[in-house]
């Protein structure tokens, strides 16, 4: 007796719709199951996963909007880095070093502490750090309808679990000399904090996937049959043989297909955090520069910068289709080329060096937005690119690029110009000679000249923006602030995406520039 049987369906809730991609509730909902728990919570439903209703009340009015997507990212990192720093060579927690700040001889008392505190450092600066990009991987995945914790240990579990991991490896290596002063250490620290949830969901999934490939495969259930001549023999036993079969591979499902195409856009973004900070580890440790160096250091990391953009935002455009995510991961990119212009002002020693790194920006604002706009180059990307685009659509996404780089070029420059002056003159000026900028340092920096270029800078980008968007509304009939209005009503959870990855953004620059040394406290 031959018995023949096919397990399963490869495809099983795999089949789920991407346009259904954005948000956790449709997959859920898709696959009939409550959401969790954790997602029930008052505090995820009203915060991390608004309402259309309540984006709507966020976003109603200019005011609103500065103050959510401008102001609040920069109070946040603010109050982060503002914190009084303890040194280990300081006998109070807040060092007494204003003699250094305003000295009234030419004899400084105390100098300037060096020795941070290691714990306050790993537990409040770094941990706060560590644990939002931890929130922002979690985000990431929550808008791909993914949960990349296991089910078994939950999402509050896993996310202090790998936290805890990451503060253990920066224990383990504060006993290894090459480390204790290297602030690039603990941003590739938490690169490897932001790739663990990858990794793991990448797991989980490919090991669902072979599950189901399994099940494709044909059974052939063999019963032999007792001879006349063996009928006093005991009866053999059943047993089933995998034999190959004529039916066609199963192609991987496209949703399976999808969440690769997503891992290789969070691998690209994480390529560029670590990116910018060893650029910028290069640009520090090789100074002073010439104005031509500081035009070359700019442009060429833009022109990295709009390379890896291009390459996500073919992936989530094209491949995985969901605009949520290609917003997302455009203003990431957009707030890591701009932190890192902004910081370079304080490295700029004339106002020459200004207005050459200013003048590309302000010209390509003012000329190649409007001029990518019009219908001629539509036509022409259409015929020669192959941009499938129609011209409405065209249209939508470049003002939602020229959107997002405002909100980038505003939230940096804020950012810039707050911090630049508290750690400048504040507590925790030690911990940053990067902005001490002072004469009697031997700095060739002015903290002044600073300032007021960066204000004569951030000038220029507001009248480049205000030409550009009435050039858009009079010339084109497009509001690019009202297309932003609508697409946050349409997808809630972008609005939280924004401010996670602005702090971030803000976050990783201030701790690549922070000076370390825990060597000296070690010796104790």
Known sequence: MVLQFQQGNSEDVWNYSSDDLWRSSSIAQHMNTDLSSDERTPLLNRIMIPTPARVSKWTESFYKRTCILNILPVVLVLIWCSVPIPFDDCETIVCDYSDYIFPITTNVKNGSPTRINFWYFLFWYYGLYNALALFLITKLFSIYALNWYPKALGAKITFTLFWFVSQSIGITFYYLPIVRTESVFWVCLTFFTMAMPLAGALIIIHRKRMDRRLRGRIGILLVSEQSSSSASSPPRKPFIRWIPTDLPRLRAPASYRRFLWFCTALAVALFALIGGEMYAYLFLSTLPHTP??????????????????????????????????????????????????????????????????????????????????????????????????????????????????????????????????????????????????????????????????????????????????????????????????REFERYPEMIIGFILVMVHVLQNILLALIKLDFAAGLEK
């Open 292 to 485: 031509l160096d500081a035009f070359i250091y700019v442009y060429s990391w833009v022109a990295a910068i709009y390379i890896m953009d291009a390459i996500t935002d073919y992936i989530l455009y094209r491949k995985i289709r969901s605009h949520p995510l290609a917003s997302i991961f455009k203003l990431y990119f957009f707030m890591i080329y701009f932190i890192f212009y902004r910081n370079l002002f304080a490295r700029l020693r004339s106002v020459d060096q200004f207005a050459i790194v200013q003048l590309g920006s302000f010209l390509w604002v003012c000329i190649y937005y409007p001029l990518a706009m019009t219908p001629h180059v539509h036509r022409a990307l259409v015929r020669f690119i192959g941009v499938t685009l129609t011209y409405q659509e065209y249209k939508e996404k470049l003002g939602r690029s020229f959107y997002l780089r405002n909100l980038a070029e505003n939230t940096t420059m804020l950012g810039f110009l707050c911090w630049v002056n508290i750690l400048h003159f504040g507590p925790n000026r030690a911990a940053y000679p990067y902005f001490h900028m002072d004469d009697r340092d031997g700095s060739p920096y002015n903290h002044k000249l600073t300032v007021m270029a960066a204000l004569v800078i951030w000038t220029s980008e507001l009248t480049s923006a205000f030409i550009t968007r009435f050039t858009f509304k009079k010339v084109f009939k497009h509001s690019i602030t009202q297309q932003a209005i």
